[in-house]
């Protein structure tokens, strides 16, 4: 596959991050209701397995790089994003979020900023995995 058609895809992904913080956003700040986590969890999932389907993955071994993307992106932007425009501070985690701001909380916020970190990490690792598999 060439490296700007993976590229492509993998803006796609990003730019449905941005969508999800917009939708959240206008959920919380403009219509003063609750996401419904697990609802969203699952679309989100539906869509990562769809979004692998374009990479024309055939096996799980082929999908591991793309999951990998899928779950470091979503972790290391979609919060920190929500929370800049809600002009919250940037380890902000919700009294009403999903459990893993719950868990995140009652784990402390140096095993959350430690995850962010590795997330961080694991971003252009699994870029660098889904050019090796797909692409260059």
């Known amino acids: 596959m060439p490296t700007n058609i993976i590229a492509i895809l993998?803006?796609?992904w990003m730019l449905l991050l941005v969508l999800q913080v917009f939708v959240h956003y206008i959920l919380i700040?403009?219509?003063?209701?609750?996401p419904f986590y697990l609802v969203w969890g699952i679309i989100r999932g539906m869509v990562s397995i769809g979004?692998?389907?374009l990479f024309d993955v055939k096996n799980m071994a082929e999908f591991a790089p793309i999951l990998m993307f899928h779950v470091t992106t979503h972790f290391v932007f979609f919060s920190p994003?929500?929370?800049?425009?809600?002009?919250?501070?940037?380890?902000?985690l919700g009294e009403n979020s999903g459990w893993t701001d719950r868990v995140l909380k009652w784990s402390g916020i140096w095993v959350y900023q430690a995850l962010y970190a590795l997330g961080s990490?694991?971003?252009?690792?699994?870029?660098?995995?889904?050019?090796?598999?797909?692409g260059v």
């Open 81 to 92: 994003a929500l929370n800049l425009m809600r002009k919250k501070e940037f380890w902000y």
């Open 29 to 34: 700040e403009m219509k003063d209701e609750q």
């Open 121 to 134: 990490i694991l971003i252009p690792v699994s870029v660098w995995w889904i050019l090796r598999v797909f």
């Open 10 to 12: 993998l803006t796609m």
């Open 51 to 53: 979004h692998g389907i």
